[in-house]
């Protein structure tokens, strides 16, 4: 017999050799059905494995990130046992999961093309065979085996993989015709999927690497329930209506020019007043925290971030360094600022009394990602970070950090996202030669932030190995309008960069002491934020915040003289304005002007410039007034409109 603790710690005994859908079911038969995976004392399993000895289990359902994983993760070995079936000969690279959904790298049999046209024939066969309820066996093998089994089939890209893990750690999965070398874990069987889908394809460079051969990258989604998959589909065609790419040509916010370069967004006028008035606004609320504000160059000598570490891991996929005419000096296009302000923090001296001292700097930085990479403002190769870097005594990081949490929840709050979660990630305790830095110095600093986390009422989730090479962070994820998960806001506790630079400052005791860095982005970068603000608001953006709040329309040439002097009143007010005196009739200015998300329309016309009031028109709301006039004076449009800002804000 075997013990088996459960998340709520209560123990139960099986015989050894019991499953994780055995225990499910002995729990109840319900919870059987819905159970798709199964952690072991921290590690992922198929429902089906044999636990043969005293264990910590947790099952995971569909909604669990562990059991969707084993969902998709057979949902693509069923998609590659469909293509195979219709492509024979297809060799497959890599098919992992995905936050939705999944994909497999595939090269077809050499002069066959997929297309759009073949989805149609590969949902039908994926079905098919999900329907055909096969069981999916785990097989052990050895590395000679699996090297063997697939020379046999000609894939190179599988040998490749196997040539690279170790002997005792190699797995296959079976089901029906169909067998692939994975780590798992699976669903026990291919029932488990009733909706299964392509939705697009890519190319996809083998292992990332350009000068390697270009293979198809196929992309799906499977659910536990067709209404599941119909509802999924829907959300995709309303987010092909917010696509930022979309809405930002529509109205007008940026450019991308080939002759500029790929990946090097050009703000046009009504996007850099938008991006303005976030910064603005964000750098009011950091002056009222005590930041200073501070400029460094888009450039700096080689040096600087060999000094950091940057250059060491991330150097080789940075922009090449820039040489100058003096022999042996070298630049590089600023690939982060904190190096930057580490040399700020330098300029002077600073006592135990100075600290904690806060900078903060929109600063634009440059890093080099592959032409298949690159997507709108989400991916770019030039974007500016909001960034600020805490520099402390070890005594205030806890309180510092904690400031920190309830900064970044005002701001999200303060622009709608308000449905948001957190992941602590700490460094991989298997693994440390990622890291920089001393283990007394990484568990001072884990500790700290889990601390800090928990005290502001925040319930992060946990990863291993997904810390930054010089300390442990906290990242913000935030959900969008359509249920998107966006990753915004980072906090991160540094003892490594101060050490490298030799940082200090003068403590009670007349020593010299280490101060503890705390580096922190809010919006993340700007140009990823301003995107995810797009697709979130559909480019309906708050009052205070769109740039053109008000269009005036009249509705004939003659009445252009009394728009210019309602113009120049409404600035009076601070109100973001501007005339449409094209030659067009009044229903198509009004229709044109909806479409760029314009918050109010004032229709001036004979009626408005004999009273001097005007006939308000709200966004997706028709005519707003005063009772049947639908009209108001200036004054009263003006304090309407700064009511609406006041009541945002207060909300």
Sequence with gaps: MIKITLPDGSVREYESGITGYAIAESINRNLAKEVLSVT????LWDLTREISQDSSIILHKFDDKEGKHAFWHTSAHIMAEAIESIFPGTKFGIGPTIENGFYYDIELPEGQLLSEKDFPKINKRMLQLCQMNNPIKRSDITKAEALKYFKEKGDEYKLELISELEDGTITLY??????????GPHLPATSYIKA??????AGAYWRGDETRKQLTRVYAISFPKQKMLIEYLEMLEEAKKRDHRKVGKELELFHFSPKVGMGLPLWLPRGTELRDRLELWLTAELKKRNHEMVKTPHIGHVDLYKTSGHYEKYGADSFQPIQTPAEGEAFMLK????PHHVEIFKARQYSYRDLPYRMAEFGTVYRYEQHGELHGLTRVRC????DAHVFCRPDQVKDEFKSIIELI???????GFTNYKTQISLRDPEDKTKYIGTDENWDKAEKAIQEAAFEMGLKPTIELGEAAFYGPKLDFIIKDALGRSWQLGTIQVDYNLPERFELEYKGSDNLSHQPIMLHRAIFGSMERFVAVLIEHTAGKFPLWLTPVQVVLLPVSEKYNDFAKKVL???????????IDDRNEMIGRKIRDNELQRIPYLLILGEKEAESGNISVRKQGEGDKGEGDIGSMSIEDFAKMIKTEINEYFED
């Design 409 to 415: 929840i005002y701001v999200y709050k303060s622009l």
């Design 40 to 43: 072991v004392n921290d590690e």
């Design 383 to 386: 974007f500016t970070q909001d």
């Design 174 to 183: 079976s089901q029906g015709k169909f067998t692939d070398l994975c780590k």
């Design 568 to 578: 120049e009143l409404l600035k009076n007010y601070d109100i973001r304005s501007k």
């Design 196 to 201: 299964i889908q392509i939705l697009s394809l």
């Design 335 to 338: 690939p982060m600022n904190c």
